[in-house]
């Protein structure tokens, strides 16, 4: 059963997964070590991706795909054959800088998807990656959480503007999504509806 979580007209559903999500080969680079613990440093501004895991990357040749971030800006121009019949899409990783990816991509709309992963659950980075791409940079299609997405995140990734969510292999999708009607009313505005609570609803005086 598919554990793609897929939002229509403000409706979830179960919904089979078109697209082929495109990996990184496994780096050769030794991973750094700090007080004993083998860490991976993301911090903005460190290549975390070599040119060479980039190059031996292995897209499919037919089919919809969705490319790691750093591979879609290194071989767009082979791809935009690919790019104009809808079959790509970019993701990125939470670490990674957004203002990339409008750097190297105009016009984000030209994109039927963006995903961003979230390689194990931490922090908020998703929350605001995806309030800004609805928000300030307008991206009007489908928006997708992917990686340790957790049935609690779910109401939340919704209000910032996530229209689909791979929930983990581990669990039950149909279960998680539930979690979408959590709360009945927000008060706060956010990207899925600008208003606050006060502004949508006149009480009679």
């Known amino acids: 059963m598919s554990n793609l979580i ?4 403000g409706k979830a559903h ?3 997964d078109d697209w ?4 990184l ?3 050769q680079v030794e991973a750094r070590k700090q007080a004993g613990k083998i860490v991976l440093f993301k911090l903005t501004g460190e290549k975390t991706v070599s040119d060479e895991q980039i190059a031996n990357t292995v897209i499919p040749a037919h089919g919809k795909i969705i490319l790691p971030l750093t591979v879609f800006i290194a071989r767009k121009a082979e791809l935009q054959t690919r790019l104009s019949k809808n079959e790509l899409g970019v993701w990125l990783d939470t670490h990674e800088v957004l203002h990339t990816l409008i750097e190297n991509q105009a016009d984000l709309n030209a994109l039927p998807i963006i995903a961003v992963h979230v390689e194990r659950f931490a922090d908020g980075r998703i929350f605001s990656l ?3 791409l609805r928000t300030r940079y307008g991206f009007k299609n489908d928006l997708r959480a992917i990686g340790d997405v957790l049935r609690d995140q779910l109401f939340f990734l919704k209000r910032s503007g996530f229209s689909s969510f791979a929930i983990r292999a581990d669990r039950n999708a ?3 999504m539930i979690s979408l009607n959590d709360f009945s009313t927000p008060y706060q505005g ?3 509806e600008a208003q606050p609570a006060f502004r949508r609803y006149h009480r009679a005086v």
């Open 25 to 27: 080969p496994a780096s």
């Open 130 to 132: 995806g309030t800004l």
């Open 20 to 23: 082929q999500l495109v990996k």
């Open 190 to 192: 956010a990207a899925d």
């Open 14 to 16: 179960i919904s089979d």
């Open 174 to 176: 149909t279960q998680a």
């Open 6 to 9: 897929q939002l229509t007209n």
